[in-house]
Every structure is written in structure tokens, then in C-alpha cells.
């Protein structure tokens, strides 16, 4: 396959986060080697003058942005303001400073999370802001409409290439497995992980067990971002009058499990019998997520990485760098 990527400088944000490392991983693979990365520390995105100095400095031709404030279910409804305003501040700094640095291509990531808390199912493109949002992340689901429709309306005024994918539920290697600010996979994986060192007969599971999920292995999605960005590069036509017609493209596996069926997925990586206990207390969120992806399927692209083979490997990578 030509790599029309290997010519341009390529900025991603956030590449300590589990997709900007996945994404690392894979451009390194391919050995692309015009890419730039900053710490949080030195690069505070939500400061626009030092986001608009550091593109001036360093030029890049693309930016991805895999920055933001990104948790489950608890940190989105404990902390809404943080969700709201960082979310938007990375976003809006990075596509201005883009827009002002003739930046051309940019990719903005969303989430299946935030269509309409009853959306129909498979979840098209287009059913975006088509009805009410799930309460437990209205204010992350807002933020990311504001950075979604934002590229949209810079597409529209400045003849830019700014997209949104839309991946559903993705797990892998650094995630967050801090039970009070995770996912439920990685949280699953702890609590499993936890309670067969521990001895302990149960494991909890938050809400009823009964909403499915479509979750994707991150690595999956790094394969996606480059080989949308790699089209757009070579200006292939088919893909970038796409483009032109949906500015977020839904990125998923076109498979959806109960939380119930996952947790004993990932139960069955242990030697020892651990029992389920679900804790209704405990919000279920949106019933079913599960995204219609055909758009990014009639272009060429699929995920490879099936469902047990990821949380295998995602086990292994915990037990490996686990503090
Ligand atoms: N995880 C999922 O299941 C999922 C699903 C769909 C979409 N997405 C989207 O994918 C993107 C990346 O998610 P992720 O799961 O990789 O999140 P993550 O692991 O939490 O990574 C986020 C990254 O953003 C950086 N960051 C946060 N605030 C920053 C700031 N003010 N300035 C500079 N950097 C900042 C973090 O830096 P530090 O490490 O230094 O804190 C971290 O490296 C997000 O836009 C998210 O909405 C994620």
C-alpha cells in the first residue's frame, strides 16, 4: 500500500491517552517519523494562546486530536462542569489555531454516546441531534456536538478538511482502570483481576447487566484514523466526496453484548469460578449503542481485532503494567 501520510507532519494530541498512544504505536509501525507530540504539562491545551504559539512553532500539516476529559458513567455525572468546559476549550483552541496555522486536515473524535439517548438502533450518522440526550453525560455529549459541529461550520466557511469520527465503546492498553473514573470494561477487568487475587467469591457490576454495548479494541480505531487520513491524502475522490457529505463518520464493530455477557467474557480469562452480583443502584445509561458504520464499511475499511482475542490481550497488558 503507497503511504501518502509518510510526506506530511502529523500532530496528535493527546498521544499518552489510550487512542493517541494506540495511534503513536501504529504510525511508528508504519514508520511514519514527521510526528509531533507534547506533554499536558508543557502543552496545556484548554490555553489557546500556547496551543496557537505551538502550531506557529512547529507547522504541523495535520492534527489529530485524541485530547480530552474522557470517563464513565460516575466522573461524567459527578463532574459535568469539568466534561463541559475542557472538552470544549481543547476543541475550540485546536480547530482555531488550526484554521489561523492553514492547517488542512483535521481529525476530531467524538462518541457513539452522544446520539439521542433513544436514538433508533443501528445508529446512522444522521440521527444526530434528533432527539433528547442520555442525563449521565449530557454535559461531555454537548461539549463533543460543539467540536463536532464546529468542523462542520469551519468545512463550510473556510474550505478546511475537518471530520469527526464516531467510535463506539473502545478498551486496550492505557486505559483508565481506576474503578471510580473508568469505563465498565477496563472497571470489569479490575474488579475481576482484584477479587481472584484477593479470593473473593463475587464481583460487583454496576446497573442491572442488561444494556448492550458495541466496544471496539483501540488499536482498531488507530487503523481507521489512518486509512481515512491516508484516502484523504492520496485525494481520493470517492472518499473525500464522502467526507464532503457526512462531516462525523461512525467508526464500530457492528456487534453488540449485554454488560452481563461481557462480564462473563472477561470472567472466563480466570482460572477461579467469580460470581456477578449486579448493583442496581446504580444507573444502566443508554439501553442500546449499538452504530451503523456502513459509510466507513463501503469505503474499505473493517476491524480485525475480535472480542475475545482484545480482552485477552487487554488482561494481559494490566497484568504487565499494573502499579
Ligand atoms: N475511551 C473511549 O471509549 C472512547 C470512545 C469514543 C470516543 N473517545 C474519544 O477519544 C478521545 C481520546 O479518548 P481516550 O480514551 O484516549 O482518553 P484518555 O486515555 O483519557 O486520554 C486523553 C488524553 O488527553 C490528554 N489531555 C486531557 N486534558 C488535556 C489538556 N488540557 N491539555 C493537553 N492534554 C490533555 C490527557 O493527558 P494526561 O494523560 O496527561 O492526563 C490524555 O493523554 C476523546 O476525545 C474521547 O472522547 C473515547
Known amino acids: 500500500m503507497k503511504i501518502a501520510l509518510k510526506k506530511k507532519k502529523i500532530f496528535i494530541a493527546g498521544h499518552n491517552g489510550m487512542v493517541g498512544s494506540s495511534i503513536l504505536r501504529y504510525f511508528k509501525k508504519l514508520d511514519l517519523k514527521n510526528i509531533i507530540v507534547q506533554s499536558k504539562k508543557k502543552l496545556d491545551l484548554t490555553n489557546?494562546?500556547?496551543?496557537?504559539?505551538?502550531?506557529?512553532?512547529?507547522?504541523?500539516?495535520?492534527?489529530?486530536?485524541c485530547a480530552g476529559r474522557v470517563g464513565g458513567i460516575?466522573?461524567?455525572?459527578?463532574?459535568?462542569?469539568?466534561?463541559?468546559?475542557?472538552?470544549?476549550?481543547?476543541q475550540l483552541n485546536l480547530l482555531d489555531a488550526c484554521c489561523k496555522n492553514n492547517v488542512r486536515t483535521y481529525i476530531n473524535l467524538g462518541s457513539s454516546?452522544?446520539?439521542p439517548k433513544k436514538s433508533k438502533q443501528p445508529i446512522k450518522e444522521d440521527y444526530l441531534l434528533s432527539g433528547k440526550l442520555e442525563h449521565t453525560n449530557?454535559?461531555?455529549?454537548?461539549?463533543?456536538?460543539?467540536?463536532?459541529?464546529?468542523?462542520?461550520?469551519?468545512?463550510?466557511?473556510?474550505?478546511?478538511?475537518?471530520?469527526t469520527l464516531m467510535p463506539c465503546n473502545m478498551y486496550g492498553p492505557n486505559d483508565n482502570f481506576d474503578i471510580k473514573s473508568s469505563h465498565f470494561i477496563p472497571g470489569i477487568i479490575k474488579k475481576f483481576y482484584t477479587a481472584n487475587r484477593k479470593n473473593m467469591e463475587n464481583v460487583e457490576i454496576w446497573g442491572s447487566g442488561k444494556a448492550k454495548r458495541e466496544i471496539m479494541h483501540v488499536d482498531d480505531l488507530a487503523s481507521a484514523i489512518f486509512f481515512i487520513l491516508n484516502k484523504?491524502?492520496?485525494?481520493?475522490?470517492?472518499v473525500?466526496?464522502?467526507?464532503?457529505?457526512?462531516?462525523?463518520?461512525?467508526?464500530?464493530?457492528?456487534?453488540?453484548?449485554?454488560?452481563?455477557?461481557?462480564?462473563?467474557?472477561?470472567?472466563?480469562l480466570f482460572k477461579k469460578k467469580i460470581n456477578l452480583k449486579f448493583n442496581k443502584s446504580y444507573p444502566d445509561g443508554t439501553p442500546r449503542k449499538l452504530l451503523d458504520s456502513s459509510i466507513i464499511y463501503s469505503m474499505g475499511w473493517k476491524p480485525i481485532i475480535s472480542v475475545q482475542k482484545g480482552l485477552r490481550e487487554t488482561l494481559k497488558w494490566y497484568k504487565e503494567n499494573i502499579k
Not at 460516575?74 to 481543547?90: G, H, R, S
Not at 454537548?142 to 475537518?162: D, P
Not at 464532503?244 to 453488540?256: D, F, L, R, V, Y
Open 48 to 65: 489557546y494562546n500556547k496551543v496557537n504559539k505551538f502550531l506557529i512553532k512547529t507547522k504541523p500539516d495535520i492534527v489529530i486530536n
Open 74 to 90: 460516575l466522573a461524567n455525572f459527578t463532574y459535568p462542569k469539568e466534561f463541559l468546559f475542557e472538552n470544549i476549550y481543547i
Open 113 to 115: 454516546c452522544i446520539y
Open 138 to 163: 449530557e454535559a461531555y455529549a454537548i461539549a463533543k456536538i460543539v467540536g463536532l459541529k464546529s468542523c462542520e461550520f469551519y468545512n463550510r466557511q473556510f474550505k478546511t478538511n475537518y471530520f
Open 232 to 238: 484523504v491524502e492520496k485525494k481520493d475522490k470517492k
Open 240 to 268: 473525500l466526496a464522502v467526507l464532503k457529505k457526512n462531516s462525523h463518520i461512525n467508526i464500530g464493530a457492528n456487534k453488540e453484548y449485554t454488560i452481563k455477557q461481557y462480564a462473563n467474557m472477561i470472567g472466563k
